[in-house]
């Protein structure tokens, strides 16, 4: 008989607020306790100590409005959030600072969060939907240069840029984009050549979040629909469908492959957090604990790989925190 699902370890309380994005930041040295940053509808970037379970801080830099993206720039004091206020905040967290040192205005008024991908010692590309509608613009941190921006061809009719994702195959590689566009496209992008190499059809709705994996050249997008699209890509750099993996209730807003590419978590708009081997999308657990929409899914970065832990956000203010099928 199939196993019971288990309960999360633990439950974060006190957004006050639908949560839509969360970031680890586990990897410190001890004696340094590992961090969970979320994002909420009401403006907040809250700041928990995973250890007491509590609000270290709560930052507020978006003017009351939705934050939907953070991510941390090497170490846990220096951070990135995205708001519907139209502004990227870069954070200086160091020796309990709580500062906006410097802000992008991204002129966009989608949802789409950014990508940020590490490209040299204190050298970032950001890939964030520019300001006219189907484009996508990169640029480098902290300089805030841009390197380019991405434009569809004339009459491709693809819609906005939904969700992003910035690769590269090892360090000193070219970097690589995956967007995926409101028609339901996933597009290849070179970014020296500011080119789209391939495009595909995945879905016949809005992707809403996408997620690859590099070493084996391989990815999975979802949408509103009641499937989730696993493709890859060949050696001439054309993507394919790899395979169609059909859903029992429809709507997934967030996917995430794990570091060691052995599973992956889906957030459903069914409430509940799906985890999937990530080889044959053999379907491993239904977690079911929260009461709305499951916006975000992340897993931890602990050092350690038995610390490690997978979060989910949703839109009835809570956390979950899971611990799942460890690395081994």
């Not at 006050?16 to 940053?37: K, M, N, W, Y």
Request: hydrophobic share 40%.
């Amino acid at each position: 008989m199939a196993l019971p699902p288990p309960d999360p370890e633990f439950v974060l309380r006190g957004t006050s607020a639908a949560v839509h994005t969360l970031q680890f930041s586990c990897g410190g040295q001890e004696p340094d306790f590992p961090i969970l940053f979320s994002g909420s509808e009401n403006g907040f970037v809250h700041v928990w100590n995973l250890k007491t379970r509590r609000v270290i801080t709560a930052l507020d830099g978006h003017g009351r409005k939705s934050v939907y993206w953070v991510e941390t720039m090497d170490a846990k004091d220096r951070l990135l959030s995205q708001g519907r206020d139209q502004r990227i905040c870069l954070w200086d967290l160091a020796e309990g600072r709580t500062s906006v040192t410097d802000s992008i205005f991204t002129e966009n008024v989608g949802f789409c969060r950014c990508s940020l991908l590490k490209v040299a010692q204190g050298r970032w590309l950001m890939a964030m939907a520019a300001k006219s509608l189907e484009e996508v613009q990169v640029l480098e941190l902290p300089s805030k240069t841009s390197v380019c921006t991405l434009k569809p061809e004339v009459g491709a009719k693809l819609g906005m840029p939904m969700c992003l994702k910035l690769w590269q195959l090892d360090s000193g590689s070219q970097p690589w984009l995956l967007a995926g566009y409101e028609d339901g496209s996933v597009i290849l992008w070179n970014l020296s050549m500011g080119k789209a190499l391939s495009q595909l059809v995945c879905h016949q709705e809005p992707v809403m979040s996408l997620d690859f994996d590099s070493e084996k050249a391989k990815g999975i997008s979802g949408s509103s629909e009641k499937v989730l699209s696993i493709w890859s890509l060949n050696e001439q750099q054309n993507l394919q469908v790899h395979k169609i993996h059909k859903l029992v209730n429809s709507g997934i807003s967030d996917i995430t492959i794990r570091s060691d590419k052995k599973i992956l978590a889906t957030a459903g708009w069914d409430h509940r957090i799906r985890i999937f081997g990530w080889k044959k999308m053999k379907p491993l657990a239904v977690l079911d604990y929260h009461t709305a929409t499951v916006h975000c899914v992340s897993f931890s970065d602990h050092r350690n790989p038995s610390e490690r832990v997978l979060a989910a956000g949703s839109k009835d203010h809570r956390i979950s925190i899971w611990s799942i099928y460890t690395e081994t």
